[in-house]
């Protein structure tokens, strides 16, 4: 994978723009499944209650999945829509510089570490 920062340490902004792309990708690639998986309902029930419990536990880990992949689609959104309108590496509290070491390491943060 390109590196997110250039040899001097600025922001390669195109970098951050595929990886993020690469990211959202994957999360709506997995969120497809998920949903696939939830919406499947031919499944077989099983009679059995200890293997039903074991069913329904499954779906809350599914859902739990898929309410933090819903998060993560939202972020990776916003973070590209804010590399377009060049407001990327702007802190959305007091607009100072988010620093490109913190944004290498966590490409979705809207907020600078002063603010975080
Ligand atoms: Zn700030």
Redesign the pocket.
Known sequence: MTPLLHADGTLNLDAVRSHLMTELRSVLRRQDKIDAHLQNEDREMPSDWSEMAQLVENDEVLEALEESGRERVGALRMALQRVEQGSYAV?S????E?RPGRLAAMPTAT??I??A
Do not use: R, S
Not at 93 to 96: H, I, L, M, P, R
């Open positions: 802190c509290a007091c607009e100072g988010i907020l600078c002063d603010c």
